[in-house]
């Protein structure tokens, strides 16, 4: 039976719990508590992530080389499944490592690196009594042709006739190449980058699990309702919103009139000219309730929103007003406690002559903006996410959202960002 190991070498205990979390849903049934991890934070690392998925083996890569029944015995009661020691190590310290292992009821895993002769250390290391053999498999394997069999592709498939314990696989595997490696022989595929670094880490290890057949029930990704959708999207703030756009989409320059209000909801778009209201208030009777109308003024310092257009809106059911541009009557509608986000308070206001266009693509105060787009607003500013990519910018913000409570806990817990981060 296949396995797929998330290898988290990461620095950081709550981005390790993040795309563990991701891991798991997608099929992942091995987690890997890589050594930097382990470095930064000792055995605590291997502590919480046993306690935060106790159906997973949890697999604590050491990489003992001395030493070997205390390491395993200190990593065991930590909460690990399986340990990693390092193949070169010496004979003695192997048979301790194991020895330490049947005590406590773990495996432990033999890595090859750094090892001249593989196949003949991998046979001695399986009559010392390892659970599992790790080849490391150099990067260049991901350029293997189909038509060209790579030399390490040999070795692994002369590594899994020669010796009756699995074999586990690492180093630069991605979807494409480790259908090579499973054709190979190789029973758990050892999974760094091509997870940690993924966009979408859900999706990727679903991939990979199919790929390489570990048994995942698969089921079809879920178009979010759209009340939820506005509604998760409420809940969260905008700079987590910023950040999992990779901090693009957030508008620049303006201000709440009332502070404390967070909204969202899909752009209803006006563009005008030189201060004229008229395609403005057009929006209050075109756009539909539950929307926000987001106007492109041209950042101009004539009023084209006032008391009166606030006062037209609400009975609307409109939620909120965006405007690249000024507003008046500022007093008035902090009193009525309307959501509004503009770039200047003036007292004069311009004239109807009906310029512009409504339901356009606008540039709003440094962001494209179209109809339909989902626009988040709060006290520290304004974010628009593109209306395709709505349902996946709030998965990944929802996952920042925990991956800050988390550092919340870290902090509370005594530690300092720096030391969290691991700067």
């Not at 849903?25 to 106790?54: C, Q």
């Not at 913000?397 to 817990?413: G, M, N, V």
Request: glycine letters at 10%.
């Amino acid at each position: 039976m296949a396995h797929l190991q998330i290898a988290l070498d990461l620095l950081s205990i709550a981005d390790a719990l993040t795309i563990a979390e991701a891991s798991v849903k997608g099929g992942a049934d091995w987690l890997e508590v890589g050594t930097p991890l382990i470095k930064n934070h000792g055995t605590t690392a291997i502590n919480k992530l046993k306690a935060s998925f106790p159906d997973r083996t949890i697999v604590a890569d050491m990489k003992t080389v001395d030493t070997g029944d205390l390491e395993v015995e200190i990593a065991a009661k930590n909460g690990a499944d399986v340990v990693c020691v390092l193949g070169m190590a010496g004979d003695f310290t192997i048979k301790r490592a194991v020895n330490q292992a049947r005590a406590h009821e773990v495996k432990v895993m033999a890595d090859l690196l750094g090892v001249d002769d593989k196949l003949q250390r991998a046979r001695e290391l399986e009559d010392l009594g390892v659970d599992y053999i790790l080849l490391h498999t150099p990067l260049d394997i991901q350029k293997v042709k189909e038509e060209k069999v790579d030399a390490s592709l040999e070795l692994l498939r002369e590594l899994t006739r020669q010796v009756g314990i699995p074999v586990a696989v690492a180093g630069g595997i991605t979807l494409e190449t480790a259908r090579y490696l499973k054709e190979a022989g190789a029973d758990i595929f050892v999974v760094g980058r091509t997870v940690t670094k993924a966009k979408d880490v859900e999706g990727t290890v679903r991939k990979l699990c199919s790929s390489i057949g570990v048994e995942v029930i698969e089921r079809e990704e879920e178009e979010v309702p759209e009340e939820e959708l506005i509604r998760g999207f409420e809940e969260l703030p905008t700079p987590f919103i910023s950040d999992a756009m990779k901090r693009f989409g957030a508008m620049r320059g303006l201000r709440p009139l009332v502070k404390g209000k967070r909204i969202a909801g899909r752009a209803f778009t006006v563009r005008t000219l030189g201060g004229d209201w008229g395609k403005v208030v057009k929006a209050v009777d075109a756009a539909s309730e539950g929307d926000i109308i987001v106007v492109d003024a041209q950042g101009v310092e004539i009023a084209v929103w006032g008391e009166l257009a606030t006062r037209s809106a609400m009975a609307r059911g409109i939620k909120g007003v965006i405007i690249d541009g000024a507003v008046r009557d500022s007093d008035d509608i902090r009193a009525l406690g309307y959501p509004v986000w503009a770039r200047s308070i003036v007292p004069n206001a311009g004239e109807p002559h009906g310029h512009g266009k409504l339901g356009a693509r606008i540039s709003c105060a440094g962001q494209p903006v179209s109809p339909g787009d989902v626009v988040v607003a709060d006290e520290v500013g304004v974010v628009v996410v593109p209306g395709r990519r709505a349902g996946e910018v709030l998965k990944k913000s929802r996952e920042i959202a925990l991956k800050e409570r988390r550092y919340k806990e870290e902090i509370e817990a005594g530690k300092t960002l720096s030391e969290i981060f691991g700067l």
